[in-house]
Nanobody, 127 residues
Framework: QVQLVESGGGLVQAGDSLRLSCATS????????MGWFRQAAGKEREFVAA????????HYADSVKGRFTISRDNAKNTVYLQMTNLKPEDTAVYYC????????????????????WGQGTQVSVSS
């Protein structure tokens, strides 16, 4: 069973930045496409960002485009989510997710496409 462990969440003010990390036991990590989702209280889980297994292709939700950056370090088996200019509406539990991908450029934007999930890390943004 692949394990994903998120870290880096916290309480920040609007306009601040945070970097989330997701360490994974997936091996070889370079075979896995990865993503980040979030779920705010009382709302459904929503897509945030995705990255292909070779890191060459990324995709973002419109709500975070230009503010968030997903990246990966295949040597460290870790995927990151750099979040800048945070807004109160970014407050949510952020989940790391992954799945085996058939090719280098594949990425996935729906939660049903993913196989493995972390436990989540809370991000709270005050106004």
């Amino acid at each position: 069973q692949v394990q994903l462990v998120e870290s880096g969440g916290g309480l920040v003010q609007a306009g601040d930045s945070l970097r989330l990390s997701c360490a994974t036991s997936a091996r070889p990590f370079g075979y896995y496409a990865m993503g980040w989702f979030r779920q705010a209280a009382g709302k459904e889980r929503e897509f945030v960002a995705a990255i292909s297994r070779n890191g060459g292709t990324t995709h973002y939700a419109d709500s975070v485009k230009g503010r968030f950056t997903i990246s990966r370090d295949n040597a460290k088996n870790t995927v990151y989510l750099q979040m800048t200019n945070l807004k109160p509406e970014d407050t949510a539990v952020y989940y790391c997710t992954g799945r085996l991908a058939p090719g280098g450029d594949y990425y996935y934007t729906t939660q049903y496409d993913y196989q493995f999930w972390g436990q989540g890390t809370q991000v709270s943004v005050s106004s």
